[in-house]
């Protein structure tokens, strides 16, 4: 029997996870500010979500690289 192969890591895969997913927490955030009456304060809040969302979606896209 074959070892497996181990999954390979893609920086541009990696990197378009990661800014795919903050910026649409940067999205959602604009939209929910819109709503709330300040843009520029739900552009901030979408960032301060959207980067730890980000690299938790990085980590678990690629967890398997790691083990």
Do not use: Q
Not at 5 to 18: C, D, Q, Y
């Amino acid at each position: 029997m074959e070892p497996l192969e181990r999954p390979a890591l893609s920086p541009a895969g990696a990197g378009g996870v990661l800014l795919g997913t903050t910026v649409a927490g940067i999205g959602v955030g604009a939209l929910i500010g819109w709503a709330a009456g300040s843009v520029s304060y739900g552009l901030l809040g979408g960032a301060l979500a959207g980067v730890p969302a980000g690299v938790l979606a990085v980590y678990t896209r690629y967890r398997d690289v790691f083990r």
